[in-house]
């Protein structure tokens, strides 16, 4: 059974980088052909993909958030990363990690964390 777990600050200010870490049990991020996603849902929103890190370490970005978003890996500890700098108000959501299989579905979800962005 695969789990997912986000951490990190549930409370940035604005200008500063957003930075959670999702921990990943039950199965190895390098397996083919998973995608290792960020998602997050602002109040009162839709869900809404920051982005992806492949099985094999390449990155896919929501084009929207592209040019604030970095995601990252340790295959070592099994976890990925992601940083959203420059973050406003408007970046306050609750986000999640998720894995997407080859059927390009989100099979496993880590539970979310909230970060408001606030000063």
């Known amino acids: 059974q695969v789990q997912l777990q986000e951490s990190g600050p549930g409370l940035v200010k604005p200008s500063q980088t957003l930075s959670l870490t999702c921990t990943v049990s039950?199965?190895?991020?390098?397996?083919?052909?998973?995608?290792w996603s960020w998602i997050r849902q602002p109040p009162g929103k839709g869900l809404e993909c920051i982005g992806s890190?492949?099985?094999?370490?390449?990155?896919i970005y929501s084009p929207s958030l592209k040019s604030r978003t970095s995601i990252s890996r340790d295959t070592s500890k099994n976890q990925f990363t992601l940083q959203l700098r420059s973050a406003t108000p408007e970046d306050t959501a609750v986000y999640y990690c998720?894995?997407?299989?080859?059927?390009?579905?989100?099979?496993?979800w880590g539970q979310g964390t909230q970060v408001t962005v606030s000063s």
């Open positions: 998720a894995r997407r299989g080859a059927t390009d579905e989100y099979d496993y």
């Open positions: 039950g199965g190895s991020i390098t397996t083919n052909y998973y995608y």
């Open positions: 890190i492949t099985y094999s370490g390449s990155t």
